[in-house]
Nanobody, 115 residues
């Protein structure tokens, strides 16, 4: 099994920044992609950003140029630096890791962008 612990969510004003972290533990042999998804009320869960073990990244168009995903393979941790936050970024953000074609999810952390 894989356990994921997320941190870094909170309330921020428009234009502000937040950094999310997610650390994986447990049976991590075969760990591959790591990423962040988000779900706003009434919406489906959507990809925010994803990163491969070698560092290749994929971003949602809505966050390109504002968010940066990175990972520390030694620490089994993935980060999401979020800058120039907008009210429409408000959502529960979920960490995801993939292992042998199975996805594991964190419990979610709330990000609220509001003045």
């Amino acid at each position: 099994q894989v356990q994921l612990v997320e941190s870094g969510g909170g309330l921020v004003q428009p234009g502000g920044s937040l950094r999310l972290s997610c650390t994986a533990s447990g049976s991590l042999f075969g760990l591959s992609d790591m990423g962040w998804y988000r779900q706003a009320p009434g919406n489906e869960r959507e990809l925010v950003a994803r990163i491969t073990p070698s560092g290749s990244t994929n971003y949602a168009d809505s966050v390109k140029g504002r968010f940066t995903i990175s990972r520390d393979n030694a620490k089994k941790t993935v980060y999401l630096q979020m800058n120039s936050l907008k009210p429409e970024d408000t959502a529960v953000y979920y960490c995801m890791v993939s292992k042998f074609n199975r996805d594991y999810w964190g419990q979610g952390t709330q990000v609220t962008v509001s003045s």
